[in-house]
């Protein structure tokens, strides 16, 4: 099994910048993509980021030109979060799609102030 551990999360202004993190329990190197999804209140939980092993790189619309994931060769990701807005509140998960089963941490609150 492969927990996911995020960190990051917090109370920023519109404007402002967050990064966030997730890294595995234990090296792995079989992960087919990791990303980050979000929930805000009332709303699905929906696709902010992702990436896969060979490096293709997919963004939601409403991110693009903000927002930027990046990993490192042990499967660390992180989320670069720029131009927060109000409407980017919600809570974050990290994801890891591995040998066929989803995985996903337990999530972090990101919260932007207008």
């Known amino acids: 099994q492969v927990q996911l551990l995020e960190s990051g999360g917090g109370l920023v202004q519109a404007g402002g910048s967050l990064r966030l993190s997730c890294k595995t329990s234990?090296?792995?190197?079989?992960?087919?993509?990791m990303g980050w999804y979000r929930q805000a209140p009332g709303q699905q939980r929906e696709l902010v980021a992702n990436?896969?092993?060979?490096?293709?790189i997919n963004y939601d619309d409403s991110v693009k030109g903000r927002f930027t994931i990046s990993r490192d060769n042990a499967w660390t990701i992180y989320l670069q979060m720029n131009s927060l807005k109000p409407e980017d509140t919600a809570v974050y998960y990290c994801?890891?799609?591995?040998?066929?089963?989803?995985?996903w941490g337990k999530g972090t609150l990101v919260t932007v102030s207008s």
């Open positions: 234990k090296i792995v190197f079989d992960i087919n993509i």
């Open positions: 994801n890891a799609f591995r040998e066929g089963e989803n995985y």
């Open positions: 990436i896969t092993r060979t490096g293709r």
